[in-house]
């Protein structure tokens, strides 16, 4: 392996627990999604020294995910609901809420969440969480079948029953989700790691990375996909594509292409981006409208909302692990998990 990317994900993971650090402390009830959003964008850019003049170099790494209760994951806020204050909550005591965000140097992804609470009727599920994740570490390494990870993932959580508020839940896991094999600008690079049984016969190899996470959850595991839809990614195979455009959607695609390439991007980052070069307006374009048509045109790709049945909650603990001959490497670990 090029030595490069090791050193570029070693930068990653140095700055995604310094940030990862700092939101343990700062997130509490009484916040809005839009301020966690922007305490972990802004802490990224700082640590990293982003430059938008070289928005490739380094940086975030994918949209903020915020998922309260039922809510999984690929839910952040788009750039109206920042503007116009439309679906920003605000963090009550009773939630749990999982964070997921990247931290790139080169593309290279380091790619990890947690779960937070404040209400301790929930440690025991957080914690059940946090396990799975370091349960599902330990059956990684060089040979691992994929297949075979999955299988023991899914008896490690589904072994479990937790009460809270007196009711027993039999704990499920999120059966469609799965971690992924990561390499630069493909922060789904191929390889799956199940979190279920299935007849998957892949290995892990030396000198691969992956992001390991389960999904934890008091529901029935099944995902439900919502809109409004906030996460996009380029399609690798786009240039093979002789598709003629408009002016407003090539000058978007463009804007995609230099500042994202083929990592994952949110309509929330198009908007602010075209604010602050467009003489502060971007109501020229209608970005919603333009994304969906680049979607239609299979030029990009979206990533709806994921979500539980209602009522029920989800936790979410994923590190980054990096497979080496003498074992694994959890790049992303911290002290907080």
Same mark, same amino acid.
């Given at each position: 392996?090029?030595?490069?990317?090791?050193?570029?994900?070693?930068?990653?993971?140095?700055?995604?627990?310094?940030?990862?650090?700092?939101?343990?402390?700062?997130?509490?009830?009484?916040?809005?999604?839009?301020?966690?959003?922007?305490?972990?964008?802004?802490?990224?850019?700082?640590?990293?020294?982003?430059?938008?003049?070289?928005?490739?170099?380094?940086?975030?790494?994918?949209?903020?995910?915020?998922?309260?209760?039922?809510?999984?994951?690929?839910?952040?806020?788009?750039?109206?609901?920042?503007?116009?204050?439309?679906?920003?909550?605000?963090?009550?005591?009773?939630?749990?809420?999982?964070?997921?965000?990247?931290?790139?140097?080169?593309?290279?992804?380091?790619?990890?969440?947690?779960?937070?609470?404040?209400?301790?009727?929930?440690?025991?599920?957080?914690?059940?969480?946090?396990?799975?994740?370091?349960?599902?570490?330990?059956?990684?390494?060089?040979?691992?079948?994929?297949?075979?990870?999955?299988?023991?993932?899914?008896?490690?959580?589904?072994?479990?029953?937790?009460?809270?508020?007196?009711?027993?839940?039999?704990?499920?896991?999120?059966?469609?989700?799965?971690?992924?094999?990561?390499?630069?600008?493909?922060?789904?690079?191929?390889?799956?790691?199940?979190?279920?049984?299935?007849?998957?016969?892949?290995?892990?190899?030396?000198?691969?990375? +992956?992001? #390991? !996470?389960?999904? *934890?959850?008091?529901?029935?595991?099944?995902? &439900?996909?919502?809109?409004? @839809?906030?996460?996009?990614?380029?399609?690798?195979?786009?240039?093979?594509?002789?598709?003629?455009?408009?002016?407003?959607?090539?000058?978007?695609?463009?804007?995609?292409?230099?500042?994202?390439?083929?990592?994952?991007?949110?309509?929330?980052?198009?908007?602010?981006?075209?604010?602050?070069?467009?003489?502060?307006?971007?109501?020229?374009?209608?970005?919603?409208?333009?994304?969906?048509?680049?979607?239609?045109?299979?030029?990009?790709?979206?990533?709806?909302?994921? +979500?539980? #049945? !209602?009522?029920? *909650?989800?936790?979410?603990?994923?590190?980054? &692990?990096?497979?080496?001959? @003498?074992?694994?490497?959890?790049?992303?670990?911290?002290?907080?998990?």
């Amino acid at each position: 392996m090029n030595n490069n990317i090791l050193k570029d994900a070693l930068l990653g993971a140095k700055v995604h627990k310094n940030v990862s650090n700092k939101v343990y402390e700062y997130v509490k009830p009484g916040l809005t999604i839009k301020e966690i959003i922007d305490f972990i964008e802004n802490g990224v850019r700082e640590e990293t020294k982003y430059n938008n003049l070289e928005p490739l170099k380094c940086g975030i790494g994918f949209p903020i995910g915020i998922g309260i209760n039922n809510c999984v994951a690929h839910y952040t806020l788009n750039y109206e609901d920042c503007i116009l204050e439309n679906n920003n909550k605000i963090l009550d005591k009773n939630d749990i809420i999982k964070i997921d965000y990247g931290v790139h140097y080169n593309g290279m992804i380091i790619d990890s969440a947690f779960t937070l609470c404040f209400d301790e009727k929930y440690n025991e599920f957080i914690n059940l969480s946090k396990e799975s994740t370091n349960y599902a570490i330990k059956q990684c390494g060089v040979d691992a079948i994929l297949g075979e990870v999955g299988e023991t993932i899914e008896e490690f959580i589904k072994s479990h029953e937790l009460t809270i508020d007196e009711k027993t839940y039999n704990i499920n896991v999120m059966r469609d989700l799965s971690g992924h094999m990561i390499k630069p600008f493909e922060i789904h690079a191929g390889k799956a790691v199940p979190n279920i049984k299935i007849k998957y016969p892949l290995r892990m190899n030396e000198n691969e990375f +992956y992001a #390991i !996470e389960p999904f *934890i959850t008091t529901g029935n595991g099944i995902s &439900i996909l919502k809109e409004p @839809k906030s996460h996009y990614m380029l399609n690798k195979d786009y240039e093979n594509k002789n598709t003629k455009l408009k002016k407003e959607d090539e000058y978007i695609l463009s804007l995609i292409k230099s500042n994202y390439s083929t990592m994952p991007f949110c309509q929330k980052w198009l908007g602010e981006l075209i604010y602050s070069i467009n003489n502060n307006n971007q109501n020229d374009y209608n970005i919603t409208q333009i994304l969906n048509k680049l979607e239609y045109k299979n030029i990009i790709n979206s990533y709806p909302p994921i +979500y539980d #049945i !209602e009522g029920s *909650i989800v936790a979410q603990h994923e590190h980054t &692990i990096y497979i080496t001959d @003498k074992g694994v490497l959890n790049m992303s670990k911290n002290k907080n998990y």
